[in-house]
């Protein structure tokens, strides 16, 4: 049986890859393009990814009571909460300036809405990621008006509820290890900005060594039951990274009188 977490750094490294050079995620790395507008978007982006993985996480809880002590290595509720504050504070501010600055606009666009569904019918990931996914140019871009509505019509399938919670849990603990990190590169970029949602994720961060711990000493049940669980772990890992991927192009939107306008910083 091959070493899981080598194989997961290994073989997800194209779609991570892929993720970060997707907007809005590219802010992160290119900073001319920048702005509260492409925050909210990676916000409202994350908000769904952690609804939509706790939901899967808690039924793979329910199916196979085995996998209690890995769950608890993510507080979602506190996740969520922190993000749908900085979402708010956000949307607070960009509706100020819209009453302040442009009396005919009026928000009737809802910020978050919650309709994905989960599916766990046992088949492989079906979501296509885009090779030119990451390369839409700044130009192409209107900074000031970014749709903030997550389409959440499409969801990741996978292999079984188990090796779904399981990286699940990793692409969450993963993208925490940086948590810190990016809080104190937005705080030099304003002081204003909200980074509840990334000191909530650097607290997840504790919890990635103790997250390995367990997985490699439940993978041998699992394998008992499943030969290829590595590989299923992998594949869907890259389901969740696609997912997040394609919720990352809706971002790329054209203006529209439905979306939140925020002036870039």
């Not at 590219?26 to 409202?44: E, G, Q, T």
């Not at 504790?206 to 772990?233: C, G, T, Y």
Request: charge should be negative; hydrophobic fraction near 40%.
């Amino acid at each position: 049986m091959r070493n899981l977490f080598p194989a997961l750094k290994q073989d997800t490294q194209a779609s991570h890859t892929a993720l970060e050079n997707t907007f809005p995620f590219s802010i992160y790395h290119h900073k001319h393009r920048f702005n509260k507008a492409a925050y909210c978007a990676v916000l409202s982006i994350m908000k769904e990814f952690h609804q939509t993985s706790a939901d899967v996480i808690k039924q793979a809880r329910d199916t196979d009571v085995t996998l209690a002590q890995i769950v608890t290595m993510i507080d979602s509720k506190t996740v969520l909460t922190a993000i749908s504050e900085d979402i708010h504070t956000l949307k607070a501010k960009s509706q100020l300036l819209s009453e302040t600055r442009d009396a005919l606009y009026i928000d009737t666009h809802p910020l978050y809405i919650d309709t994905h569904q989960t599916k766990s019918d046992g088949t492989q990931s079906t979501l296509a990621v885009s090779k030119n996914a990451g390369s839409t140019k700044a130009s192409a871009i209107d900074a000031n008006y970014i749709g903030t509505h997550v389409n959440s019509s499409f969801s990741p399938t996978f292999n079984s509820p188990t090796t779904s919670a399981i990286a699940a849990i990793y692409v969450w603990l993963g993208s925490s290890m940086g948590a810190n990190i990016i809080a104190r590169r937005l705080n030099e970029i304003e002081q204003a900005i909200p980074t509840h949602y990334y000191q909530a994720m650097s607290e997840c961060a504790k919890s990635w060594v103790s997250f390995k711990q367990n997985v490699d000493a439940f993978l041998p049940e699992l394998a008992l039951n499943n030969e290829n669980v590595v590989d299923d772990i992998v594949q869907d890992a890259n389901a969740w990274f696609e997912y997040l991927i394609n919720l990352g192009v809706q971002f790329q939107a054209k203006p529209s009188s439905n979306n939140v306008r925020v002036d870039p910083l």
